[in-house]
């Protein structure tokens, strides 16, 4: 089936509740719900790719047990059937086997537990964001940095694309970003290294939409006052600290320079509001 073209969209697939001040400093001690953003990105040569695959209802049970469980109860999530990526795409007429690329941010849970849904898809990974060995890790580490095994596919290993085999061109965002890999060969998406918060974490950059481009930034950033205030989430979120602040630098250098390029991260309530009224 063909996809029609259309303009990329920004759903919200689950959430999370967790502290406000954990997220940013300074922030109140009030608990606050955080979207799980997932990026629908349909092209006309491509089909369908996302970026992120949010919350599904497996979730739930990937993390009955111990020490899984200490994961849900951290960070209690809400996500029913209609609310999975799966379910609203399908609400938009697009089925599961269009979607062709699924680029993950990195493996965090509220990131991967929709990518079961969705078979046919190739998955693009950051550089050592799958450590060998994986499937045979402790729980207790795997929990400890977010991972949860089986919200993977058993045959993820064959569906990966390394970044290697996307070609590498200019974004026209100078710094750091200035070069990036180019998702459909066409320019119109970019996925870019944004390390720190998580082994071979990635963002991806959409110039040609909203009024200067979109920049999807994972979980480079919690809440978009980093990047403006400088309001850096508790030091336990922000994993390798050096790499992490010298990406929300770079990002508070982009936003200097081009105030109406968008940079969205996953689970800022208010920048997800703006770019999808947008």
């Known amino acids: 089936m063909s996809v029609p073209r259309r303009d990329p969209e920004l759903i919200v697939a689950g959430h999370c509740m967790q502290l406000e001040r954990f997220v940013r400093r300074g922030g109140p001690w009030r608990p606050i719900e955080f979207g799980s953003a997932v ?70 849970g509220d990131h991967v537990a929709g990518l079961r849904d969705f078979p046919r898809a190739r998955v693009v990974l950051g550089d050592g964001a799958l450590a060998p060995g994986w499937r045979t890790a402790s729980a207790w580490r795997n929990t400890a940095h977010g991972f949860v095994p089986a919200l993977l596919p058993d045959d993820v290993e064959q569906r990966l694309m ?94 200097r320079e081009r105030p109406d390029l968008a940079i969205v991260p996953s689970h800022c309530n208010a920048s997800l509001s703006r770019i999808r009224r947008g």
């Open 162 to 255: 390394p970044l290697a085999e996307l070609p590498v061109a200019g974004t026209g965002l100078g710094g750091w970003l200035r070069n990036g890999h180019d998702l459909f060969g066409d320019g119109t998406a970019f996925v870019l290294p944004l390390p720190g918060h998580a082994e071979g974490h990635l963002g991806l950059w959409l110039p040609g939409w909203g009024a200067d481009g979109v920049l999807l930034a994972g979980d480079a950033v919690w809440h978009e006052r980093a990047i403006t205030h400088g309001e850096l989430p508790l030091p336990f979120l922000r994993g390798r600290r050096p790499a992490y602040e010298q990406v929300v630098a770079e990002l508070a250098r982009l936003h």
């Open 39 to 108: 990026a629908i990105l349909p092209h006309p040569g491509g089909g369908v790719a996302l970026f992120d695959t949010g919350y599904a209802p497996r979730f739930h049970a990937a993390t009955a047990r111990l020490p899984y469980r200490l994961y849900s109860a951290l960070l209690p999530v809400s996500c029913a059937e209609p609310d999975a990526a799966v379910s609203q795409l399908a609400a938009r007429g697009m089925a599961a086997d269009e979607v062709k690329l699924v680029v993950l941010s990195h493996l965090h």
